[in-house]
Nanobody, 125 residues
């Protein structure tokens, strides 16, 4: 069964950087695209970055463009999300999930499944 788990959340000051990991258990990462999403209390979960099954293509939504970088590390069976220039607005619970239907690049939550438990990111001074 596909299992994903997020690692690497924490607290950082504005302008700082953080790298999140999405670990795949029991399956190889080249089977599915992987997306990163985030959610704040009272708001919908929104997609921020995705990488294709092969790892060769990536897509970002506006909040992530120019600041975040997603990539697959097949040797470690992980997907990383490097986040730079973090702002208080980036504070959220971050989730990864597998793109199992539809077009993964559109980052619709309905197209993703096998969600991890999430990891908290706090950006404050």
């Amino acid at each position: 069964q596909l299992q994903l788990s997020e690692l690497g959340g924490g607290s950082v000051q504005p302008g700082g950087s953080l790298t999140l990991s999405c670990v795949a258990y029991g399956w190889d990462l080249d089977r599915y695209p992987i997306g990163w999403f985030r959610q704040t209390p009272g708001k919908e979960r929104v997609g921020i970055a995705a990488v294709s099954a092969s790892g060769s293509r990536t897509t970002y939504t506006d909040p992530a463009k120019g600041r975040f970088h997603i990539f697959k590390d097949f040797a470690r069976n992980r997907v990383f999300l490097q986040m730079n220039g973090l702002e208080p607005e980036d504070t959220a619970i971050y989730y990864c999930a597998a793109g199992v239907r539809g077009s993964y690049a559109q980052l619709r939550t309905d197209d993703y499944d096998n969600w991890g438990q999430g990891t908290q990111v706090n950006v404050s001074s």
